[in-house]
């Protein structure tokens, strides 16, 4: 057994003993399913940034920026970004008021005059939607530890499946924040520790990016819209640009309310946290995302036939990298998926024995128990379907998470700033839109219609939900119970009304909208600059060039 697999292994170990430590302070629904409403600020981030950077992130999205297509996740991340901060003053700190147990318990108990129905349609999509999402990051985390272990991909997949069930059904969340924080910061510290050696191994920062600036193998790998050609999945540089933009947005409603980031919510100890972990998860996501990309685009120049692109980050730790830093960036990559799949069973778990078939018990620890044996049946169904499914880390993830944005993005807002919508318009709101975007996508990909990149299958099924939820409202109209629910997650809890508190997290928002700044300045000091300086050599040598070849021509 080698080093790396030692590693990986040992780190397996380190979140099984913190779950099992966290798993013996869970004593009632809350703290299983909430974590007892009391994490701070960095548990928060660390939970949202870990379940959001998944093997999505360390293998399918550096495989992409390997690929030519590092600048448009740089156009992608910071609108994507955005929704962390909107997702959080417009809902987050609103759900974490209602005290529910999950965001679908939320739709029920505000619209309850259909709250079962709601709750259960609701608890259909994360069931289905993040199983989706569960099984990418699974396999994703298998194909890790195969090619590091040298051991078949079923075996590889038994080892990933028990490590983060194991934590997961004994701990709920208050193990996942724990050990997603650990997770994160983790990942985090190999991500620039990757850099570091990739970008040494090409000569330096400056040189490397005038090098790919010139790269003829791959043009335009670091240009705005990345590389453009036959094998590219667009033809122009407004195609690209329209795909950024568009799946930004998505991304960004995905990261406001999807239940594996605003769940999080409900978990943090008051409002003040919400909104500063919010602010901080955007901030360290940007930065960490620059040096992703980065890292992998400079790969290039080393080596330009790694295949499948996906495992460009494992090639790069076993072949350019010192043994410890490469074991750490093994380790880190495998944080990044444990942590997204142990939220992710977590929430398939909870949503399918409370929102669809719940349990109607008062007795906590007989609840307990069942929420225990469905996590463990659930994680038993995708232990199946990853071993018969070939894997497809980045187009299963980008699928499943817009499933989201689409179906629960418009309710989620109208729940808190409108007292006109019905609970028959929120009902067929997610129906539609679920089914929407699913039919979009699927004549996309069976070539039926051709989709522009402008009218991607998340619009068709966000304009549908949005279209929905307006039209079944204007022909009913919402009960006073429905219109005091709404009033009642209105009104500030004193607890929340502190000087101090308010002060702080004012502060944190400064210092966001200075890093926002900082990181402008650094991108063209960085990137830009050196950038135009590679063309414009790449230029005068065509030039030069050009007037040797007319001199030859006049002689």
């Given at each position: 057994?080698?080093?790396?697999?030692?590693?990986?292994?040992?780190?397996?170990?380190?979140?099984?003993?913190?779950?099992?430590?966290?798993?013996?302070?869970?004593?009632?629904?809350?703290?299983?399913?909430?974590?007892?409403?009391?994490?701070?600020?960095?548990?928060?981030?660390?939970?949202?940034?870990?379940?959001?950077?998944?093997?999505n992130?360390?293998?399918?999205?550096?495989?992409?920026?390997?690929?030519?297509?590092?600048?448009?996740?740089l156009?992608?991340?910071?609108?994507?970004?955005?929704?962390?901060?909107?997702?959080?003053?417009?809902?987050?700190?609103?759900?974490?008021?209602?005290?529910?147990?999950?965001?679908?318990?939320?739709?029920?108990?505000?619209?309850?005059?259909?709250?079962?129905?709601?709750?259960?349609?609701?608890?259909?999509?994360?069931?289905?939607?993040?199983?989706?999402?569960?099984?990418?990051?699974?396999?994703?985390?298998?194909?890790?530890?195969?090619?590091?272990?040298?051991?078949?991909?079923?075996?590889?997949?038994?080892?990933?499946?028990?490590?983060?069930?194991?934590?997961?059904?004994?701990?709920?969340?208050?193990?996942?924040?724990?050990?997603?924080?650990?997770?994160?910061?983790?990942?985090?510290?190999?991500?620039?520790?990757?850099?570091?050696?990739?970008?040494?191994?090409?000569?330096?920062?400056?040189?490397?990016?005038?090098?790919?600036?010139?790269?003829?193998?791959?043009?335009?790998?670091?240009?705005?819209?990345?590389?453009?050609?036959?094998?590219?999945?667009?033809?122009?540089?407004?195609?690209?640009?329209?795909?950024?933009?568009?799946l930004?947005?998505?991304?960004?409603?995905?990261?406001?309310?999807?239940?594996?980031?605003s769940?999080?919510?409900?978990?943090?100890?008051?409002?003040?946290?919400?909104?500063?972990?919010?602010?901080?998860?955007?901030?360290?996501?940007?930065?960490l995302?620059?040096?992703?990309?980065?890292?992998?685009?400079?790969i290039?120049?080393?080596?330009?036939?790694?295949?499948?692109?996906?495992?460009?980050?494992?090639?790069?730790?076993?072949?350019?990298?010192?043994?410890?830093?490469?074991?750490?960036?093994?380790?880190?990559?495998?944080?990044?998926?444990?942590?997204?799949?142990?939220?992710?069973?977590?929430?398939?778990?909870?949503?399918?024995?409370h929102?669809?078939?719940?349990?109607?018990?008062?007795?906590?620890?007989?609840h307990?128990?069942?929420?225990?044996?469905?996590?463990?049946?659930?994680?038993?169904v995708?232990?199946?379907?990853?071993?018969?499914?070939?894997?497809?880390?980045?187009?299963?993830?980008?699928?499943?998470?817009?499933l989201?944005?689409?179906?629960w993005?418009?309710?989620?807002?109208?729940?808190?700033?409108?007292?006109?919508?019905?609970?028959?318009?929120?009902?067929?709101?997610?129906?539609?839109?679920?089914?929407?975007?699913?039919?979009?996508?699927?004549?996309?990909?069976?070539?039926?219609?051709?989709?522009?990149?402008?009218?991607?299958?998340?619009?068709?099924?966000?304009?549908?939900?949005?279209?929905?939820?307006?039209?079944?409202?204007?022909?009913?109209?919402?009960?006073?119970?429905?219109?005091?629910?709404?009033?009642?997650?209105?009104?500030?809890?004193?607890?929340?009304?502190?000087?101090?508190?308010?002060?702080?997290?004012?502060?944190?928002?400064?210092?966001?909208?200075?890093?926002?700044?900082?990181?402008?300045?650094?991108?063209?000091?960085?990137?830009?600059?050196?950038?135009a300086?590679?063309?414009?050599?790449?230029?005068?040598?065509?030039?030069?060039?050009?007037?040797?070849?007319?001199?030859?021509?006049?002689?």
């Open positions: 057994m080698n080093a790396y697999a030692i590693g990986i292994l040992i780190s397996i170990l380190v979140y099984l003993v913190v779950g099992s430590y966290a798993g013996r302070k869970v004593k009632h629904l809350d703290d299983y399913f909430v974590a007892g409403r009391s994490a701070p600020t960095l548990l928060i981030v660390g939970t949202l940034v870990a379940s959001f950077l998944s093997t992130a360390f293998l399918a999205e550096t495989g992409f920026s390997y690929e030519g297509h590092g600048p448009l996740l156009i992608l991340m910071p609108v994507n970004g955005m929704g962390y901060v909107f997702g959080a003053l417009f809902f987050g700190r609103f759900l974490r008021r209602s005290e529910a147990l999950t965001v679908a318990e939320y739709f029920g108990r505000r619209f309850e005059s259909q709250g079962d129905r709601i709750q259960v349609a609701a608890g259909l999509t994360i069931v289905i939607g993040l199983s989706a999402y569960l099984l990418a990051v699974t396999q994703g985390a298998s194909l890790i530890i195969s090619e590091v272990m040298d051991i078949p991909y079923g075996a590889a997949l038994f080892v990933v499946w028990a490590g983060y069930t194991s934590f997961t059904l004994y701990s709920g969340s208050r193990g996942v924040i724990i050990t997603d924080t650990i997770m994160f910061l983790l990942f985090t510290i190999v991500g620039f520790v990757a850099l570091y050696f990739i970008i040494d191994q090409v000569g330096g920062w400056f040189p490397a990016i005038e090098s790919l600036a010139t790269f003829e193998a791959k043009p335009d790998l670091i240009a705005w819209h990345g590389y453009l050609g036959p094998e590219s999945p667009w033809r122009t540089p407004i195609d690209g640009l329209s795909w950024a933009v568009t930004g947005l998505s991304w960004g409603l995905v990261v406001a309310v999807s239940p594996w980031q769940s999080r919510y409900l978990m943090a100890k008051d409002e003040h946290t919400v909104i500063r972990s919010a602010c901080i998860a955007i901030a360290a996501i940007l930065v995302y620059i040096a992703l990309v980065f890292g992998a685009t400079a290039n120049l080393i080596n330009t036939e790694i295949e499948p692109t996906e495992r460009v980050m494992i090639w790069a730790a076993l072949n350019l990298m010192p043994t410890l830093p490469g074991v750490l960036l093994m380790t880190g990559i495998m944080a990044a998926a444990l942590s997204s799949a142990s939220t992710f069973l977590s929430l398939v778990s909870f949503s399918a024995c929102d669809i078939f719940p349990h109607h018990t008062k007795d906590d620890r007989r307990l128990r069942v929420t225990r044996y469905t996590t463990l049946l659930v994680g038993l995708i232990l199946a379907l990853a071993f018969f499914q070939p894997p497809a880390i980045l187009w299963i993830t980008y699928f499943a998470g817009t989201f944005a689409s179906s993005g418009p309710l989620a807002f109208f729940s808190v700033w409108s007292d006109r919508i019905t609970a028959a318009g929120a009902f067929w709101g997610i129906v539609v839109g679920f089914l929407g975007n699913i039919v979009a996508k699927l004549l996309s990909v069976f070539e039926i219609v051709a989709f522009p990149a402008y009218l991607d299958p998340f619009l068709v099924g966000l304009s549908l939900s949005i279209g929905t939820i307006l039209i079944v409202s204007k022909l009913g109209s919402a009960t006073d119970a429905e219109r005091a629910y709404r009033a009642m997650i209105h009104q500030t809890p004193n607890a929340e009304i502190d000087e101090h508190k308010l002060n702080k997290t004012l502060r944190l928002s400064r210092w966001l909208i200075a890093t926002g700044a900082l990181t402008i300045v650094v991108m063209i000091v960085f990137y830009a600059r050196p950038y300086a590679g063309r414009a050599s790449l230029a005068s040598k065509a030039a030069a060039t050009s007037e040797i070849g007319g001199d030859e021509h006049e002689r």
